[in-house]
């Protein structure tokens, strides 16, 4: 009997029909934990987890800057939330007027864990002659405080859930991601790695920002 008999017949047709969508299920719920080591980032979704009082006061994030001056650059106009206490946050304000280091990250990047120490001791050093800002690019906002917790990371944040500034800065989809801004806001440089320590901060500070600290 030739194959396109038996295809005719219903009951093989329907058995056909169920593996076909067993197979379509399989490949839609298989997990992606391959981005938690190569740093892509992910689809983003809609949803956000909802974030308590205390889980904020548990991070001990810094406050973030308050707006200085009306912002310009591709940031102006683009809004955030705050990390310390979820209020909006008009971004290209709150840093004009000084430097700024953005570092874009998310709770499931392995490279970005490493970094972030690194960026809160230059924050230290760099003291008030530059704004260091981590700006979470991921929906979880509950998970960026967690994780930020667990490292000990103080550093003034914001919660950027579709990754606009990402888009803003023409920044490619991965991580960690740094952005130099200057005091017009104009970008300086956008840094598509993973730096090496304290000192590859402040080298490529000093290179392309002019702030030496």
Not at 13 to 32: C, D, F, G, M
Not at 136 to 151: F, N, Q, V, Y
Not at 186 to 208: G, N, Q, Y
């Amino acid at each position: 009997m030739s194959e396109a008999s038996l295809l005719r017949r219903p009951a093989l047709r329907w058995v056909l029909a169920a593996v076909i969508l067993v197979v379509a299920a399989t490949v839609a719920l298989w997990p992606r934990e391959g981005s938690e080591t190569t740093g892509v980032l992910p689809q983003t979704s809609q949803q956000r987890s909802g974030v308590s009082a205390g889980e904020r006061a548990a991070a001990g994030s810094q406050p973030c800057p308050s707006a200085a001056a009306t912002g310009s650059g591709p940031l102006a106009g683009l809004r955030v939330s705050c990390l310390a206490d979820g209020e909006p946050v008009d971004l290209a304000a709150a840093l004009a007027g000084k430097p700024a280091l953005l570092n874009l990250w998310a709770y499931w990047c392995g490279p970005c864990a490493t970094e972030l120490p690194y960026l809160q001791e230059f924050a230290q050093r760099a003291g008030s002659a530059l704004t260091v800002m981590t700006v979470h690019s991921d929906p979880d906002e509950a998970k960026a405080l967690s994780r930020l917790t667990g490292l000990g990371i103080t550093l003034p944040g914001v919660e950027d859930p579709q990754a606009a500034v990402r888009s803003a800065v023409g920044a490619p989809a991965v991580l960690p991601v740094s952005v130099l801004v200057r005091a017009d806001g104009t970008i300086a440089s956008v840094e598509v790695r993973t730096f090496a320590d304290v000192a590859d901060i402040a080298d490529t500070v000093s290179a392309k920002l002019g702030v030496t600290v």
